[in-house]
Each structure stands twice: as C-alpha cells, then as structure tokens.
C-alpha cells in the first residue's frame, strides 16, 4: 500500500521561505527503483482549482512550473523516503493547501497525501 | 502552457440518473507512445483529489465501472453511469503530456 503524507509549517510570515516535506510509503526514489516514478507537489488556494508546482523522478529528473520556477526547488532523500519543496519569499497569495502525489510510470497521480494548509499572514 | 477548459463549470444530478462532464485541451494530448495524456481526479468536499481515470479512458484501480472515459481528438469526456450520492465533487481533467502540468477549472457535481 502507497501512502504519502505532507508535513511543514501551517503559518509563514511574509517574505520567509516555506520548506515542506512528503514522506512516503509503499515505493522507492531509489535509481534501482521502478522506472518512472516520482513524487508531484501541488497547491489549491482556498476554493480555488489545483496548481501543479513540481515533480521529482526517481532519476533526479527535476520539473517546474515556469511561473513559480525562481522560488522553488525540489529534492529528494532516497534514504529517508522523503521528497521536500522549498518556496521562498513567500506571500499571501500563497496561502493554500500544499498535496504532494505519487507519479506512476509518468502517466498519472496516484494516490495523493492528505495536504497541508499553509496560511502566510505577518 | 497547455490550456484546459472544462464544462459546465456546475452540474446538479438526480441521483440514479447519468452525468457528462467535458474538458477540452488548447491542443493535442497524443503521446509518441500513442496514448492521450489526460487525467481525470475527483476531490470530495474536505479529501484530496482522487484519481479516476488516466490516458484518457483507463479506469484506475477500484474506481466503479459507472465511470468511464473517452477522447476524441482534443475533447475529453467523463461520463457517469448512474450517480451516487458518494459521487459529489468537484471533478478535474488534467493533463500530465507535458510540463507544466495544467488543469481544468473543475466541475462542482452535486445532488439535485
């Protein structure tokens, strides 16, 4: 069974840099591993539609979404299960609930964490 | 940036009776390897999304047969056999061909 779960701040002040971490379950980023495979973030601003913001393959491959590029970086810790996004100066337009996913074989997301509601207020 | 469009952006359904959900890419979604990629998620008010269907018209693992997909060149449409009243939602098409990986505005399915 693949599980994934979201963890980080749930408030960033203005300005500060946001660093959330996916921790998983039930598959490997390892380069041995499955080919295709990847670890997606997402956001969704309160009643609003989901954004794709990045994916990790388990070959380091790195993807971006050019409108949010200069202020994220995703990495990964094969030895930890962990895939962790970092977004900085961050605003309160970016206020929302952060998903990460499992990317199956570069063909769909499945299944999703839970999210995180991250709020940014001074 | 691929464009998504979905339609209608609301759609209350009699439960029993069938739903049609269309979403639309700004162009093709055809893969070398022959395949469409677009994705479809379910998010049920307060979870995650949900997937239910990928390369167009392949149900993904447990997901009732009363949903189904189908493409015809850039049009994209999911179809609900009989809804259910565990069906409500707001429904995503997406599109995972290329980065940036785009959605649709989503279609709130609720009960009428």
């Known amino acids: 069974q693949i599980t994934l779960k979201e963890s980080g701040p749930t408030l960033v002040r203005p300005t500060q840099t946001l660093t959330l971490t996916c921790s998983f379950s039930g598959f490997s980023l390892s380069a041995t591993g499955l080919g295709g495979v990847g670890v997606g973030w997402f956001r969704q601003p309160p009643g609003k539609a989901l954004q794709w913001l990045a994916l990790?393959?388990?070959?380091?491959?790195?993807r971006y979404n050019p409108s949010l590029q200069s202020s994220l970086t995703i990495t990964k810790d094969t030895s930890k299960n962990q895939v962790v996004l970092t977004m900085t100066n961050m605003d309160p337009a970016d206020t929302a609930t952060y998903f990460c996913?499992?990317?199956?074989?570069?063909?769909?997301?499945?299944?999703w964490g839970q999210g995180i509601l991250v709020t940014v207020s001074s | 940036d691929i464009v998504m469009t979905q339609s209608p952006l609301s759609l209350p359904v009699t439960p029993g009776e069938p739903a049609s959900i269309s979403c639309r890419s700004s162009?093709?979604?055809?893969?070398?390897?022959?395949?469409?990629?677009l994705e479809w998620y379910l998010q049920k008010p307060g979870q995650s999304p949900q997937l239910l269907i990928y390369?167009?018209?392949r149900r993904a693992a447990g997901v009732p047969d009363r949903f189904s997909g189908s493409v015809s060149g850039t049009d994209f449409t999911l179809k609900i056999s009989r809804l259910e009243a565990d069906d409500v939602g707001v429904y995503y098409c997406?599109?995972?061909?290329?980065?940036?990986?785009?959605f649709g505005p989503g279609t709130k399915v609720d009960i009428k």
């Open positions: 990790i393959y388990w070959d380091d491959d790195k």
């Open positions: 996913a499992h990317r199956v074989a570069r063909r769909r997301f499945d299944p």
């Open positions: 390369l167009g018209s």
């Open positions: 997406m599109q995972g061909l290329q980065t940036p990986f785009t």
């Open positions: 162009q093709s979604l055809l893969h070398s390897d022959g395949f469409n990629y």
